[in-house]
Every structure is written in structure tokens, then in C-alpha cells.
């Protein structure tokens, strides 16, 4: 399973890249794994605004249908319109072409609530021992 | 197999057509009338009564097979109470009769009906009153979501949230977004329950309901139920209950007993309606006496001189939620069913129910990885978690169980285990079949460290092949034409 360093992390498997004001987020390898072959993503409201660890999408997959929560607050600017025609990039491709949305950010302190590369490992691989 | 269209041929007919004896009139505008034929497949009767007789043979049902389908509670429906649901004194009437005054007294007996399955699930569940009005599960549960709101609305409580523990089925946090609420997830806790620490934590005085299934979707009943609902009390928060399992319960716990507030039950799962085939179901909704004035109408009430009528006169009722008196043939076989039982049959179904299950699980542990381990109720849940570790997951294993003539359990839920199987037997099958399923469960995990392909490959002996689900969901096309 990949997990990058340059990103950031949450509890529920989202991961983000922050470029001062601005943020790419996504949902990690872990994550797209569980779901299964992924066959929608909601495109969210234009500019919807959205607090830390709260709803910002829906994923469809298989098996379920899953919220996508906001590593960090702010105002969605840009949803990856690919995913439209083409939701299967969240399972070839979580961190790069499978991105979701672009957020700017309201408060960057916030980060200080996410996990990085090996919290996060170490997070997933209590999750995967306790299953 | 063809598709009817691709069987017809032009020209060919069913049925031949008398002229018309009368003179032809235009009754609808021609700009509403069709300009050409419809494209209705040209076919011969017997290509009619071939093709859907073949179609219906290909049909999987409870009626043909074992359908341990987990938390939907396919058992087997007796058929005399659809003989009943058939009489003409019933099935002939007109369902306006009852509301136009007098003529009520045409409809005594179909009024009567409804008042005795109202008392009759009332003093199962436990509860003050009911409404046989919601047309299925997920309609009962709005009806009972929006009495609780009409409940605050009432005494002016500032509400906003509904707890619902993250086992719960998808219907509960759905329901109550619907109506206007936002939702707050309690995690599952080691014992397989609501994790009380966290609910604690999370309740509040903005908090207006907590829905529960009890016994839950992983099959355990929750022993701290009564706390739950005390605590919840406290903060005039109410207690829902999902009903979905209730075949666990009859007459061993009433949810009214342990505090429960609102309860919906689904007549197609416990009462005897057959399930899963998109047919009618029945929701009704028992509520405690908080709850008893916002009940939708019309309510059917006794008159003093023993006739039954229909009564609209509830004021701060939330009005009307269905047409006419509910899915009333669904309402029938339920009180039929119920009359046949009695008392000490329904709770010999509970019991049946859970011993069943719990007999496959016993069967299925050592092979199975079982995430919580407790005595279950009249379902369990089980991961191919093991089996993961050679390839094999649980939709292979189901597909591997259709093959055998048994239809798979329900797979991937609840969302809470990995690799998920949820099996509910039911009361109304025999050791035999439950030994058979456990044979082929235990062949499946065999297989799976044997010859994992065989799983992989499955289903091979059914008129199609293993479907690309993926490719279904991404590329909706269900039109022929």
C-alpha cells in the first residue's frame, strides 16, 4: 500500500497536499482498497464551504456508499471533473489523477489535527491488525 | 435467452381482433394520439406464455431455495394466509367505501381487521398506539422521524441532530437527513454495541432522537439498551427502534418495555409477506403515549355500539402519509398470520430463529473469522478475512454459493467488518438445509486455500456468467430500444 510522504492525513482516509492557501485532497490507497471499484463521485457545489473533518462529497463504490470528509476548512474552488466520466482513476490512481477537489483554505493552522506519513502508517497498521 | 422484441416478427399476432361494432369517435385530441404503431414486440401466444414461463424458471426464490439473505429475514411465507389475502369479500372492495359515512358499514369487516392489527402489534411491541398507514420499512421510519419532530415542535425544544450508531442500517442516517436533521455517528464498541463512552459523550440537549436496530445489524442484542434509552431521556431526546429485526424478539423483549419511543416494524420480514421481489410491504409505526396525538390520520376507532369507523379528528395530528388505509392485503396476512401463531407460536418463531443461527455459526467459527464473539441473535456476521489472504473475498465466496443453489448471504454490511457475510437463516428452515449451507461454506473456505480459482471463476453453472458490476454501476444502460 502507498502512502506518500509529502502529504497529510485523516482519520477517516483522506489525504491532502497543501501549497500555502491552497489544497489538493483525495482518498488514500487504504481507502480506495476497502471501497472496491469505485462507480461515482458527487461533484460538490461550486464554492461550497466546508469545515475540518465534516461531509464535503459521496463516493459510490460496489460495495457502499461512503462520505468524503474535508481534511481542512475552507471553500471548494475546483472538483476533478475527470472523475466524472471516469471515477475508476480513485482506484488506479488515488494521489495523483484520482484527486477530488481543490480547496482554499481558511485556516491553516488546522493542520496541526492531521497525521503525517508514518502516523499514518502506523494508524492503518493497527487498523489492519485489530481486523 | 432472447428478448421478447428480439422474438417478434412482423405481422405475427396473438390474437385476432373483432372488428369494431361501433362507430369510431375521437375522444382524445389528435395532438395527444399517437402517430405511428407502438413498438410492441409481434408474437404468438404461445411465444408469450414460452418466454415468461421460461423467465420465471430462471427466478431464485425462497420458494425454490435456501435465502439466508442477513438482516432481511426471507423466510418462508405460508401460503394460506395469501389464500386469505385472496378472498373476494376482501379483494372486491372499493378502498373509498370506508370514508363515504354510512357506507362504512359495507366495509365492517376490512375496518375491524385494521383495528385488531393495530392492537395486536401494539401489544407486541409494547407501545400505545399504532398507525398501519406507512407502505414499507423506509416510509415507516419518516413517519416515525417526523412524529418525533412534531413531538419538539410542540414543546418548543431547539433540535438538531439524530445519534445513529455506525452498525445501523443506511435507511437510519437517510431518514433523518430527510427530515430535516443532521447526524451524529457513534463507532461500535468491542462488545459489538453502541460504544457507551463515546454516546455519552456525544448526546446532548440539541439532541432530538436515538435510532437503534435492536438486535443490531451484526446480530447482537444491545444489554445496555435500557441505560441508552435512560440517559437519552434525560435530554428529551426519544428513542427510535428499526424493527427490521424483530424476528429475533416476539415475545421476549418489547421494545416499549426498555424505553423505546417509536417503533416501525416491517410486516414483509417478520409477518409473513413475501420479501425481495419488490412487492408491497407494510411499515407500520407504534408510538409510546408521548407520541400519541401526532399520529397521521385517518385513525380507525370502535364506535360505542361496537361499528368501526374511520376518524380524522386528531388536531395536532402530521396528517396524512399514504393514500387510503396503507398496503391493506400486506395488513391482513400479518393479522392472519399472527391469529394462526398466537402467543406461544410467535415466540417459538423468535426461538427457532435464533437457534438456527446460532447452529451455522457454531458450524462456521472455527473456519470463519467471527469479529465479535458473543451468542448471536437470528443473524450473524462472519469476514472471509482469512480467505483474503489467499485472493479470495466475500463476493466470491457468494458467487460461489449460487452455484450451489443457495443464495448468498448478505455481503459487505454492515460497513463496520471487512470482507462482511451476514447470514439469517430464518426459523422456517430445517437442519437439513442449514447443514447443507454449512457444507458449502465450509467447501468454500476449503477452496479457498485449495484451488482458489474455482471461487474466483463462480458462478459457472447459472444462464450468465460472473457480471462486471463496476462496468454496470459506471455505464447505466437499461432501455432496449
Known amino acids: ?131 | 435467452m432472447k428478448l421478447i422484441f428480439e422474438k417478434s416478427v412482423a405481422g405475427r399476432r396473438g390474437v385476432t381482433l373483432p372488428r369494431p361494432d361501433v362507430p369510431k369517435r375521437a375522444i382524445i385530441d389528435g395532438k395527444y394520439t399517437r402517430k405511428d404503431a407502438a413498438p410492441l414486440p409481434e408474437v404468438s401466444e404461445l411465444d408469450v406464455v414460452r418466454h415468461f414461463t421460461n423467465l420465471s424458471r430462471r427466478n431464485f426464490s425462497v420458494d425454490t431455495n435456501f435465502y439466508p439473505l442477513g438482516s432481511c429475514t426471507m423466510k418462508y411465507n405460508p401460503k394460506f394466509t395469501e389464500a386469505i389475502a385472496g378472498f373476494p369479500g376482501f379483494t372486491e372492495l372499493h378502498p373509498l367505501t370506508s370514508h363515504l359515512g354510512q357506507a362504512a358499514m359495507l366495509v365492517q369487516g376490512a375496518l375491524e381487521v385494521l383495528y385488531y392489527i393495530e392492537q395486536l402489534l401494539a401489544e407486541i411491541t409494547g407501545m400505545k398506539e399504532m398507525t398501519t398507514e406507512p407502505l414499507a420499512g423506509a416510509h415507516g421510519e419518516l413517519t416515525g422521524i417526523m412524529l418525533i419532530a412534531a413531538y419538539h415542535r410542540d414543546k418548543g425544544n431547539k433540535k438538531r441532530f439524530v445519534i445513529v450508531p455506525d452498525s445501523s442500517h443506511g435507511t437510519n442516517p437517510a431518514t433523518a437527513a430527510i427530515a430535516g436533521y443532521e447526524i451524529i455517528s457513534v463507532p461500535t464498541g468491542k462488545n459489538g454495541c453502541m460504544d457507551m463512552e463515546s454516546y455519552k459523550a456525544k448526546l446532548g440537549k440539541e439532541v432530538a432522537a436515538v435510532m437503534l436496530t435492536c438486535p443490531n445489524t451484526l446480530g447482537i442484542f444491545n444489554t445496555d439498551i435500557k441505560e441508552v434509552a435512560e440517559l437519552a431521556h434525560r435530554y428529551d431526546a426519544l428513542m427510535y427502534y428499526d424493527g427490521a429485526n424483530l424476528n429475533a424478539m416476539l415475545g421476549k423483549c418489547r421494545p416499549g418495555d426498555v424505553g423505546f419511543d417509536v417503533v416501525h416494524l416491517n410486516l414483509h420480514k417478520t409477518f409473513s409477506t413475501p420479501h425481495g421481489g419488490g412487492g408491497p410491504g407494510a411499515g407500520p409505526v407504534g408510538v409510546s403515549g408521548k407520541l400519541v396525538d401526532y399520529l397521521p390520520v385517518p385513525k380507525v376507532v370502535r364506535n360505542d355500539n361496537g361499528t368501526y369507523a374511520l376518524s380524522e379528528k386528531k388536531p395536532k395530528s402530521i396528517g396524512r402519509i399514504a393514500p387510503f388505509y396503507g398496503n391493506f392485503a400486506v395488513l391482513l396476512k400479518a393479522y392472519a398470520y399472527i391469529m394462526l401463531l398466537g402467543r406461544e407460536g410467535l415466540i417459538t418463531a423468535s426461538e427457532r430463529a435464533v437457534l438456527n443461527a446460532n447452529y451455522c455459526l457454531a458450524k462456521l467459527k472455527d473456519v470463519y473469522e467471527l469479529p465479535f464473539e458473543r451468542t448471536c441473535m437470528h443473524e450473524f456476521v462472519i469476514s472471509a478475512s482469512r480467505q483474503l489472504k489467499h485472493g479470495i473475498r466475500a463476493i466470491d465466496i457468494a458467487k460461489f454459493l449460487i452455484d450451489r443453489d443457495i443464495h448468498p448471504p448478505t455481503v459487505y454490511f454492515p460497513l463496520i467488518v471487512k470482507e462482511a457475510l451476514m447470514v439469517e437463516p430464518t426459523e422456517t428452515e430445517t437442519k437439513e438445509t442449514l447443514d447443507r449451507f454449512v457444507e458449502v461454506m465450509r467447501e468454500a473456505a476449503k477452496l479457498a486455500e485449495d484451488d482458489p480459482e474455482i471461487l474466483k471463476n463462480a458462478p459457472t453453472n447459472m444462464p450468465v456468467s460472473r457480471l462486471d458490476e463496476a462496468r454496470a454501476a459506471r455505464e447505466l444502460n437499461c432501455s432496449h430500444i
Open chain 1, 1 to 131: 500500500m502507498k502512502i506518500p510522504d509529502n502529504l497529510l492525513y485523516t482519520k477517516e482516509h483522506e489525504w491532502v497536499l497543501i501549497n500555502g492557501k491552497k489544497a489538493k485532497m483525495g482518498i488514500t490507497d487504504f481507502a480506495q482498497e476497502h471501497l472496491g471499484d469505485v462507480t461515482y463521485v458527487e461533484p460538490p457545489d461550486d464554492n461550497k464551504a466546508v469545515k475540518q473533518f465534516e461531509m464535503v462529497t459521496t463516493i459510490e463504490s460496489v460495495k457502499a456508499a461512503s462520505d468524503v470528509y474535508a481534511p481542512l476548512s475552507g471553500k471548494v474552488t475546483q472538483f476533478n471533473s475527470s472523475l466524472e466520466a471516469s471515477p475508476e482513476l480513485i482506484n488506479k490512481s488515488p494521489y495523483e489523477d484520482g484527486w477530488i477537489a481543490l480547496i482554499e483554505l481558511s485556516d491553516e493552522s488546522e493542520k496541526k489535527n492531521l497525521m503525517n506519513k508514518s502516523q499514518y502508517e502506523e494508524y492503518v497498521t493497527k487498523l489492519s491488525t485489530r481486523e
